[in-house]
């Protein structure tokens, strides 16, 4: 792509210029030490897809910055802007970066500064359907205390390893945060509001105003999760607060502090510095241990108030407080262990009144767990662990004869022989959900337990792209060295280790890889690594270095989990987590449809998800119902998880039915998609009961002369699928020639697949499918049916591929391409229009567009146009005659200063016939 070196120098363009002259996807390089001053009365637009690179200095191994934005600029008309290695910095009281509608603004290794204290604008607002992508950016303040915030309005906001100092507002936002930190002490680090959804990993948030009464994280009729993170410690005040039907989720998390209020909380091994206050009529589910530290003796750690609920797997206090648990006004606290770190749980205090309870069933502990506790469960050890493990046959196999080798090296070592040359670096290979990451931990402490590994006690480091590559030069090196020595005597475990290949100028990545083979060859016997990803990508990784292929000689195969086995999951997390299904074949068998019709093949992650969705239905039930009976899930708990994301006629939308039977002629054709629809859901509901049926594709062939409402039909379709639970999404995806081929080899399929990935669980309607392929000399059309042929077969239930086009070509078509003709089994006919209906869809299109005309001589004009015309391209003429008679009718009104726009006259009709 095209450079503009931009800068003060004579060979250098003007910023200007250089935007004037520049192209969509081009470049522009800033020069070392360029300053950029804009207005301060007008924001600086940018309406173009464009990249500002800039220059960074370095000394004594530090970057520094060379290039400074100031002012206010604005991205319009959907464009698409990059900038990196850039300063940006506010004017007084003004907006630093407005993001308008459909554009994106990515950032990557830039400082935003800013100059006052406070500022009445927003320094970044980001506008409806906009995107913002932050890597590698921080945040300069003049001070601690200054009021600066960014407003995200149904938008986009992505942000990875970043430091944020300002307030994120949201409504109806989308946000993805990972390895960041948000700090606000104006008021709260975020402020999440009117349907946003939140997802964080490996986050923390510091902030919140006590003399406002601002928490650090307020959140209102919105989602937020959490996993791996800190909610971070203060003085005194909130650190999240969630209300307004808001639900949030927080894995292996510490937090101040927590208050939610008409809302689902939903914890997972999460640790409180404070306390808990949950009320009124909120349901908490505590999954494993919820940890208590009592940091503050004044505070209530446990607080439940007005009809609010927790059900917790492990509850463990540092302390004995006055007040350990309170529940008042119908509450109810069911905990299956309670435990006191310093002694019995017996010395705990807890308090309901009349109105509220405490479960009886609980076992009461010390933090040492269910140690001398007759009724505690065995704990496994880890290869038993490892074989209780639903599925993976193959694995458990070649982990045993890991072991074995292992252990016959002890063998051969007792009799005083040297062991055999043993390498334990492996290659895990799978589709998400597999256990890949469950099994290097259980298959590390084995190895461990039987001395293959020489740490004194057992490591297991898990790293991604970003723990090892560092935007900063000659810093991965010393980055993924450190993970190494973190990790030696034990286990690293490099998750999706083919994304450092990074196919970037910089070659981070293939630093990252070389330093990892020189530390597997110096140190061989001290630290065994696990590179694990999808399979496809992970065979392709170990391409980019022949060291790798030679140096990872344990290759395992995560298979993908049967439907059986992901029942066998479900059930097994339930029951962990003393839940009761209450009839477990109806389970089973709602589980095995959905998971066979999902589009998500993501294996356990998915069958926890919609484990995850039954209990938040169970939680809304009995909250509703003020049930007690809290832990039983029934049929009508998995129905209404089964009816999230399925069509709901809400009395507004035309039915599709009522649409298809409105258009004109084709009677034919209805009558073939009422035998198709029904046949398609009798097959469906068999299959709901438990019925055998055999596989059926609903691929079609719409074969009709030009004009004969293929398309139409097409959409209507698609609309009675997805209303029937027929397919997964309402979509109809409309290509042609042209959308899938490629203008070298290789590519086609590339783009093929794009649009097929696209149309996954809706419609993909082709067009023309005939002109596909040009002749048998045409492998570019080869090339896109073969991708076609392969992803029907690969998704025969997931998706619906309709071919339209002329009867005389498809036939030839077809005969051409075997495979083609027995994957699609169904062929509507579109019979020509009669004169009668031509003159009928005309008469429909004027009458939508308000005109008036005399009905009988536009039919009689219609009909006897249409018998002396060559061009019988049914809804195609008409659309076309009536543009002619309105162009006519156009010409009369001006030229008589008519003031009537709405009358087609007999003049107008004697025009087209003169014509």
Known sequence: MPTYQVGYDENTW??????????PGDVLEIQKNYFLNFSTDTAYEINKNL???????????????TNKFQGTISLDYGASVVFENIWFTNLKDTTLMIIHENCSATFKNCVFECTEEDNENYLIYAKEGSFLTF??????????????????????????????????????????????????????????????????????FYGGNLLKSYPMIWVEDSYFRLEMGIIGKMKRG???????KSEVSLTNVTAHSLDVRKSICLLEDCKIMDSVFLGPFTYCYAQTVLSFLCESESSIPLRLYNGSTIFADQVLFEKALDVNIEATASSLVHVCELMYANGSSSELTIQTDEFSKMSADVRHTTAAGAEGNENAAKELDSYEELQNLVGLEAVKKEIDTLIGMVDYNKQRVSRGEPPQQLVLHSLFMGNPGTGKTTVARLMG??????????????????????DLLSGYVNQTTTQTLAKLEEARGGVLFIDEAYSLDKKSTNDTGKEAITTILKYMEDHKNEIMIIFAGYTKEMEQFLQINPGLTSRVPNRLNFEDYTPEQIVQMGIKGLQKNSY????????TRKVTLEYNRSLDRSNARWIRNFNEKIIKQLIARVIAEKSEEISLITNADIDAVLEIGKYQDNGTKKDAWEELHQLIGLHKVKEQVEDFIAQAEMNRKREQ???????????SLFLGNPGTGKTTVARIVAELLYQKGLIATNKLIEVSRGDLIGGYQGQTAIKTREHLQVALGGVLFIDEAYSLKHGSSDNFGQEAIDEILKFMEDHRQDMVVIFAGYHKEMAEFLESNSGLKSRVPTTFDFEDYSPDEIAQIGEFILQGQGYQYDAESYRAAVKEAYAVTDDHSNGRWIRNFNQKLLAHMSRRVTKDESSDFNTITSEDLEKMREA
Not at 14 to 23: L, P, Q, R, S, T
Not at 179 to 202: D, H, P, R, S, V
Not at 445 to 466: H, N, P, Q, W
């Open 14 to 23: 003007e910023f200007n210029d250089a935007i004037g002259a520049a192209n």
């Open 51 to 65: 990249t500002f690179l800039g220059l960074l200095d370095e000394e004594d191994g530090e970057s520094f910055f």
């Open 135 to 204: 890597e590698q950016c921080k945040t300069s303040f003049v001070s601690d205390s200054g009021n600066q915030s960014i407003y995200l309005q149904n938008s986009s906001f992505t942000a990875k390893d970043s430091f944020f100092q300002f307030r994120i507002i949201t409504e109806g936002a989308e946000l993805k945060l990972s390895n960041t930190i948000c700090e606000n002490y104006f008021g709260n680090a975020l402020y999440l509001q009117k349907n946003t959804g939140f997802e964080a990993e490996n986050c923390q």
């Open 238 to 244: 909130q650190g999240l607060y969630a209300g307004d």
């Open 445 to 466: 402490k084995i190895l461990f337990e039987r001395g293959a590994l020489f740490g004194d006690t057992f490591k297991f480091v898990e790293v991604s792209e970003s």
């Open 580 to 587: 009761e299904i209450a009839d477990v074949e109806y389970y």
């Open 689 to 699: 009961e438990g019925f055998a049926t055999s596989v059926a594709t609903l691929h």
